[in-house]
């Protein structure tokens, strides 16, 4: 089941004397999330942060939250991780988050083996790298053509090289 709450990206720091925070953020494009106005400081949406502006370069932002006004409000705010309701994104038909991809099964896109399922994905520059959870231990799989056949929102469709699962 897709999570309602999405992580986004974390308060880094302050930005200035009037609570503005700094916040590393976590998605392909960041004009997308400088238009949301509301993110959530846990993953059950329970603690809200409105925002009231919001600026940024390619993977940061500064935000201006509703009710910080001080430095110290926002230096309080440091570390915290924030989330996004999925419901306030605009993900185009056929896109699949990263988020969604973790726990989804391994399957051989020729045979139907289920090798194990994907525990995490790291952004490299090369290419993304899907690491499978199988009975033997961790394996590394490449995001490009030779190796990822198909993604769905049930299952990673795989042709591995010999001895990548063994």
């Not at 053509?145 to 993604?151: A, G, M, T």
């Not at 469709?157 to 699962?165: A, D, E, L, R, S």
Request: proline content about 4%; overall charge negative.
């Amino acid at each position: 089941m897709k999570k309602k709450y999405i992580e986004q990206g974390y308060i880094s720091g302050t930005h200035g004397v009037k609570g503005e925070v700094k916040m590393t953020v976590w998605c392909d494009d960041i004009s997308g999330f400088l238009k949301i106005k509301k993110l959530y400081g846990d993953s059950e949406g329970k603690r809200l942060f409105s925002i009231t502006s919001s600026r940024g370069s390619k993977t940061a932002a500064v935000v201006k939250i509703e009710g910080v006004d001080t430095v110290e409000d926002a230096a309080k705010l440091k570390g915290t991780t924030v989330y996004v309701d999925r419901g306030d994104l605009d993900i185009p038909d056929g896109r699949i988050l990263i988020c969604d991809i973790i726990g989804l099964p391994v399957i051989d896109a020729d045979s139907g083996r289920v090798y194990g399922e994907v525990s995490s994905v790291e952004e490299f520059p090369a290419s993304d790298i899907y690491f499978v959870k199988t009975d033997k231990g961790e394996v590394q799989v490449p995001d490009v053509p030779q190796f990822i056949k198909r993604l769905t929102e049930d299952a990673v469709y795989v042709t591995p090289i010999k001895g990548m699962f063994e």
